[in-house]
């Protein structure tokens, strides 16, 4: 799952293989803005069933605290 | 360069403007919300950036701002307000499109009165289509097809909305995104003129003539009726001015018996303006229809089930387009449907797309009396040829057209925008002759435009344009002489023109030569400019009738 994870996130970004690993911090990733971080949500809930409630997905603030949920 | 578009939308769509930026020019919005604010104020960036297509995709339910009050159709007060706002902001000069209408949200499933969504939707997309009409440059955007198909539970998504008004899920902006490429692309190809299709295993299933009587795949249900709903959709690429034609290998009767006789056939022996059905190979019928029909190669489309067939056209003539066949009969109609798209659809259709296939079967018709009338002369009388003026202000989006679709009987293949067009209209140094040419077989439409510029003291001829469909007749003696005539009658003594030549207009080459004008400048083989002296034309040889009755 994480790996799933991890590419899902390098496809939606559209950045180099590598770029996004689980230390990541969403802060540090410059095309990770608001609007790429709605669009990463939807794609996770419809393509790997993972679901965040919207006030969790707007504190989210790195790789790992998604991966985290996944592993719930 | 890329062409540049604008998305404004009162929901956010950031991220279906990232879709569209590999290929267009894109308009970077500023938030969303406000798109009757950047149209309607001149200095907003939105018109620095002076898009040349606007897209309004709007969702009905923030116009309404969720009143689902019952106003009746013709009196939303939310609806009404939008497009009063919106029409003062048009440019004559920009094209715009607007999405119809898909009303959504929650609340509306909630609505005890059913009809209301729709009765809405209904109000939006009346008011648009008024707008549509008064306003030639406002199309509208087909957006709740694109909904409908998807399904609205895969279209909109409540989470992306509360998180950022992004009402619209992945999929549904990648479909937006799509169908704006291709609405724009629409503009910028040549479309296609004639499609021609074989027909054993390909109009119908099976083999004509090989059964006694129980003849073809051909019916209501099964796999007869996948190649009736492939001529469904035949029939309708027809009807927006496809012009078709048969190529196919068989006896001729035989496979006419089932054209004319079959109960299930949708395309009868009237729908096709040409037909070769005979043993000769395809390539060489395919050059000869074009030769019939007056046009390139590069005009058709062919499509057959045999695989070799398609092989050895595609060798033999690169420039005819043949598609693949699909595997299974029940692709057919879906296949098709791809192909009218790719290659045939137009951003507008004008009457005389609609009247195509009655032409050029006429066509075809004159060309098999050319060859039985040994003199041309008597040829030309016996066509009963009559030219007619008519308003070219009133006929503007042919005039477009015209001018723009015209390769080979042109003098310099300037191409003019609509609304470049439309200011020509306007300017009085300018005249502009349009034409609609009639014979004994039937009606051609407007076929020829002339545009002088009485700029200057002497008069010059800029344009002078004549759809290929009327080529060959000396009809341009007599347009010419029209012209000449109405200049004079206004007290012009001399008339300039010129010839810039192009890969494609070889047949005006010397047009100016033949009809006694003098070459006053030549470039080589690029460019000629010619003078004549208006009270002195030498008799010109036609066989037209001139009716002056300006329509």
């Known amino acids: ?72 | 360069m890329k062409t540049k578009i604008a998305v404004l939308s009162n929901v956010n769509m950031n991220f279906m403007l990232r879709m569209l930026k590999d290929e267009f020019d894109v308009y970077e919005t500023e938030g969303y919300g406000n798109e009757l604010g950047v149209l309607l104020n001149p200095g907003s960036t939105y018109h620095e950036f002076d898009a040349k297509f606007t897209f309004f995709i709007m969702d009905l339910m923030e116009v309404l701002e969720h009143d689902l009050t019952d106003y009746g159709i013709d009196s939303n007060p939310h609806i009404k307000r939008w497009f009063s706002l919106f029409e003062s902001g048009i440019d004559a000069n920009k094209l715009y499109y607007v999405s119809d209408a898909c009303l959504w949200g929650m609340e509306t499933e909630a609505l005890f009165d059913s009809q209301r969504k729709l009765a809405l939707e209904y109000a939006w997309t009346k008011s648009l289509s008024q707008i549509c009409e008064k306003h030639s440059n406002v199309r509208i955007f087909p957006y709740r097809k694109l909904i409908e198909k998807l399904g609205e539970d895969n279209s909109f998504s409540l989470k992306m909305w509360y998180m950022g008004k992004i009402l619209h899920t992945n999929e549904a902006q990648g479909k937006i995104a799509g169908a704006i490429k291709n609405t724009v692309n629409l503009y910028t190809r040549t479309p296609k003129k004639v499609l021609l299709l074989d027909l054993d295993n390909t109009l119908w299933g099976g083999i004509a003539g090989e059964h006694d009587k129980t003849p073809v795949v051909l019916s209501d249900d099964h796999t007869g009726l996948a190649y009736k709903n492939l001529q469904r959709v035949i029939k309708q690429m027809q009807e927006n001015g496809v012009v078709l034609g048969i190529v196919s290998k068989n006896n001729e009767a035989d496979a006419m018996a089932i054209i004319d006789g079959h109960s299930h056939m949708v395309l009868r022996s009237e729908c096709f303006a040409v037909k070769r059905i005979n043993w000769n190979n395809k390539h060489e019928n395919i050059i000869e229809i074009a030769n019939e029909l007056n046009l390139g190669l590069d005009s058709f489309v062919f499509f057959d089930d045999n695989p070799t067939e398609r092989e050895l056209v595609k060798q033999m003539l690169p420039q005819v387009m043949v598609p693949d066949f699909p595997k299974r009969p029940e692709e057919l109609a879906g296949v098709m449907l791809g192909i009218y798209h790719e290659y045939f659809e137009k951003a507008v259709l004008t009457k005389e797309d609609l009247a195509k296939t009655k032409q050029y079967a006429e066509n075809a018709k004159r060309v098999l009396m050319q060859e039985s009338v040994s003199d041309f002369n008597e040829y030309l009388k016996q066509l009963e040829i009559v030219v007619k003026p008519v308003d070219a202000a009133a006929n503007a989006e042919r005039l477009v057209q015209l001018v723009n679709k015209t390769n080979q009987f042109n003098l310099t293949t300037k191409r003019y925008e609509e609304a470049e067009m439309l200011q020509v209209l306007k300017d009085k140094n300018k005249l502009v002759y349009l034409y609609q040419v009639k014979d004994c077989f039937g009606d051609y439409g407007i076929v020829s435009a002339v545009i002088v510029d009485v700029s200057t003291q002497i008069p010059v001829m800029e344009e002078f344009v004549m759809s290929c469909r009327v080529m060959g007749k000396r009809i341009e003696n007599a347009i010419v002489e029209d012209v000449e005539k109405h200049l004079y009658k206004k007290g012009y003594s001399k008339l300039k023109t010129m010839y810039l030549k192009t890969e494609k207009n070889k047949p005006v080459e010397n047009l100016f030569e033949s009809l006694g004008y003098t070459v006053t400048f030549k470039d080589g083989e690029n460019k000629k400019e010619y003078e004549i002296d208006l009270s002195h034309c030498p008799n010109r040889d036609y066989c037209v009738k001139m009716d002056t009755n300006v329509q």
């Open chain 1, 1 to 72: 799952m994480k790996e799933k994870i991890l590419a899902l996130i390098t496809e939606v970004l559209k950045v180099p293989e590598g770029t996004i690993t689980e230390e990541t911090q969403i802060s540090e990733v410059e095309a990770w803005d608001s609007l790429m971080h709605v669009m990463i949500i939807g794609e996770l809930e419809d393509r790997l069933g993972i679901s965040f409630s919207v006030d969790e997905a707007l504190e989210l603030a790195n790789v790992k605290q998604i991966i985290e949920k996944a592993e719930q």
